[in-house]
């Protein structure tokens, strides 16, 4: 990125993490190997470097972790609230004092930028575990009833995008009602939930309340088809969501299911513009898009297309691509080679259906997994682009001429995760965010996330709700 | 002089506030407990499941969007219209059950009784299920609760009136509609409900009543892409299972099964949140000065 203020390197140092060169399955409070020898290697996504090698967890390895997590079900379940909340609480702080090391390690394994893992992801990570640590004695007070039970065994399996906040999205509702975890962390970024696991061992937490199984797809199946898991919980594709709910027809297995969207940012003429485009930004290219409830659909109002797309395009050239450990990056490395080659082919799908692409001058780093930020015009609903989710930085803009249509153009999807207002209007505010089928709604502002908030889903996007009161609920026999 | 012959009623499906007959132009016996025969009962095909999916899609954007308030009014008229006809359809479910006059009549009131609680819940479900979020942070949020949509409804097959009330109005009191699959060898008195509902205020397409075999008219529905949700109430293991399967396509919210012994227990509010998304909305806050007051 060629500009007259270059900016000097600000790499944020390494050493504080030290990623040992092999890691095992931690299973009833132990790391262990996988039970039949398998490993697989983790690689950073910006230099392609072998981080670290992972034992692969397989059926009987699933079969394991979900009796140790049984045998642990009866004692922490019958702990008092009280007792939980405390564990929980260290666990919160022990994060928070650890918070410079995981960002670190998330950067390295998954390729986001440190800024974002520095100031959303791990802030985050703790507040959830705060959060939910102060539920544990007060569930009689959540609305579920008096003396609401904790399901059992929970069997989670999280995505790649936001790897320890998801599993704290996870682990802390569950542990907080009493159940205990069994959870698989994605292929290409297992290893802060293994330094999750040290954080328990440091908690004093008792084995086999929290079992980590680093695996691919065949491991998160076997756990959520294990006749002794009582809850399923998923972040992911649809395409699994839908798979695993067929799994569980016909058992009493409680699901909740966070999958895809493609949310539909809508700028009205009257919308602050500069505040606008700062949230586009924030809304498509926070976490390299990568986000279930990214802004790829932006909806803008005809009158202000070139006024806005002007200044989008301005504001892009700013943005810097490169080292995620840069303190000054802005747009890190794609999650992984598969994940770069779904969005190229989408991309060139777009292009191939007549779509207007256009993408900031942008130098690529020659070795790691990257994509420069992409914007798409002359969209129209019929295309792909428009219709499914790229999971990347790439970001579709249509028009519409009333606030009518601005609805059903946002509504026209199978999806129903997020979507965002742009308006000085209150009044437009409140009648369009009625009528968006959408689980979360961002007015004058995009991809706010808090611990108190519920999110989740309308339609294909999934259902159940995690955070909040609401998320508490996923976790109960209610 | 001879008996007087009674005058029969020719039952009909209820789709979209009319009351037409099964485009599949059959119909079944439908007996008493004791085996004689009662009326001939429409015997619904895949086709008027579908029809009765597209006027329950057309009646969601009125229906939910009416205040909670004018829904309430709606629900608790139909009770009043119940009441006046509490003799007919103590009547029907003591045939329908095989039920004493007493004992059907117990099942009635209750199922009366039952729909004016559902009545006064419409305008008090978002408080108690929503609220406010303390986010950490220069932002509002409210998360309300919002109907999903076209939920179809398996009636339970042995509670013919109080089951099928028990499963009906909790969905349409949030503002959802509904299509509903009767009692398949009790689905008089689900029928006879309709002609209460049509001349109760509530929009047609609201509530769409078909009566059959269930697992015929149910396969469609539960792999319909424009219905959001199921309730399997009236589905045996098997049926569940396969329904459950053909709903994961389009992620319909599944209500599966619940074992009840008595449907006059008193209800929770499940049956009306399994049916309900929650939205959340933000908004930035501003500041009006380090006081912490304009004025």
């Known amino acids: 990125m060629a500009s007259v203020f270059a900016y000097a390197p600000a790499p944020e140092s390494r050493s504080i993490v030290d990623i040992a060169p092999s890691y095992g399955l931690f299973i009833d409070g132990e790391f262990t190997d996988a039970a039949d020898g398998k490993v697989f290697k983790t690689v950073s996504p910006s230099s392609e470097e072998v981080l670290s090698e992972i034992a692969q967890a397989g059926e009987a390895d699933v079969d394991r972790a979900v009796k140790a997590a049984r045998k642990a079900f009866e004692k922490w379940s019958a702990l008092p609230g009280s007792e939980r909340a405390k564990y929980l609480f260290r666990i919160a702080r022990i994060v928070q004092e650890r918070s410079r090391e995981l960002a670190v390690l998330e950067t390295l394994d998954n390729g986001k930028p440190i800024k974002e893992t520095r100031d959303a992801d791990l802030p985050l990570v703790a507040a959830h575990f705060f959060y939910y640590a102060g539920w544990a004695d007060k569930l009689d007070h959540a609305g579920y009833g008096p003396n609401p039970a904790p399901l059992g065994v929970a069997g989670q399996v999280i995505p790649w995008n936001f790897p320890l906040l998801m599993l704290a999205w996870k682990i802390a509702p569950a542990l907080a009602t009493g159940n205990t975890v069994v959870l698989k962390p994605a292929e290409t970024t297992p290893l802060s939930a293994l330094f999750f696991a040290d954080i328990c061992r440091q908690a004093g937490l008792p084995k086999g309340v929290v079992n980590i199984l680093p695996g691919y797809g065949d491991a998160g199946a076997a756990l959520v088809a294990h006749p002794d898991v009582n809850k399923v919980a998923f972040t992911g594709s649809t395409a699994v969501g839908k798979e695993i709910a067929r799994t569980v027809a016909g058992t009493r297995k409680k699901v909740t299911l966070e999958l895809g969207g493609k949310g539909a940012n809508i700028v009205f003429d009257d919308a602050p513009i500069d505040q606008a485009v700062e949230g586009i930004v924030n809304g498509i290219f926070f976490n390299q898009g990568q986000v279930c409830c990214a802004g790829s659909r932006l909806l803008v109002q005809e009158s202000i297309h070139d006024e806005l797309l002007d200044s989008l395009k301005r504001r892009l050239s700013t943005l810097r691509l490169g080292d995620p450990l840069d303190k000054n990056t802005d747009i890190g490395a794609i999650n992984s080679e598969e994940q770069l080659s779904r969005i190229t082919s989408l991309v060139e799908r777009g292009e191939a259906e007549g779509a207007e692409r256009w993408s900031p001058a942008c130098d690529l780093p020659e070795s790691g997994y990257w994509f420069a930020p992409t914007l798409f015009t002359n969209v129209t609903q019929a295309h792909t682009v428009a219709r499914d989710e790229i999971f990347g930085p790439v970001l579709s803009v249509l028009t519409f001429r009333t606030p009518d249509e601005a609805v059903a153009k946002a509504n026209n999807t199978p999806y129903g995760l997020s979507a965002g207002i742009w308006t000085e209007k209150g009044s437009r505010i409140l009648a369009v965010a009625n009528k968006l089928r959408a689980g979360v709604v961002w007015s004058n502002t995009f991809n706010k996330f808090d611990p108190t908030s519920p999110f989740g889903g309308y339609k294909e996007s999934g259902f159940g709700r995690e955070g909040g009161r609401h998320g508490l609920e996923a976790y109960l026999d209610v | ?295």
């Open chain 2, 1 to 295: 002089m001879s008996e007087r012959l009674t005058v029969l009623k020719t039952y009909k499906l209820y789709v979209g506030g009319k009351f037409p007959r099964s485009e599949s132009g059959r119909v079944y016996e439908v007996t008493d407990s004791k085996g004689n025969w009662l009326a001939n009962a429409p015997l619904s095909s895949r086709k008027d499941a579908r029809d009765a999916v597209v006027a329950a899609r057309k009646a969601v954007g009125g229906w939910s969007g009416a205040t909670a308030y004018n829904r309430g009014q709606v629900l608790y008229r139909v009770a009043e219209m119940l009441e006046g006809r509490r003799a007919q359809f103590v009547h029907e479910v003591a045939d329908a059950e095989g039920l004493s006059k007493s004992k059907a009549a117990e099942q009635v009131d209750a199922t009366i009784d039952r729909w004016v609680w559902y009545a006064g819940w419409t305008d008090k479900i978002a408080q108690v299920v929503g609220g406010g979020n303390p986010v950490a942070g220069p932002f509002f949020n409210l998360s309300s609760p919002e109907p999903t949509g076209v939920v179809a409804v398996l009636a339970p097959q042995k509670s013919s009136f109080l089951g099928l009330v028990s499963v009906l109005a909790p969905v349409i009191a949030t503002g959802n509609t509904a299509v509903v699959v009767a009692s398949e060898n009790a689905p008089l008195p689900a029928l006879s409900l309709a002609e209460v509902l049509a001349t109760s205020d509530v929009p047609g397409g609201v509530v769409n009543i078909l009566s059959g075999r269930t697992a015929e008219i149910a396969t469609p529905l539960a792999a319909h892409q424009d219905v959001n949700a199921i309730d399997l109430a009236g589905a045996d293991e098997v049926l569940a299972k396969e329904l459950e399967i053909a709903a994961a396509d389009n992620l319909k919210r599944v209500l599966r099964p619940q074992p009840v012994d008595d449907w006059s227990a008193a209800p929770g509010t499940d049956r009306m949140t399994a049916f309900l998304e929650t939205k959340t909305v933000w908004h930035p806050t501003g500041s009006l000065g380090a006081s912490g007051s304009a004025y």
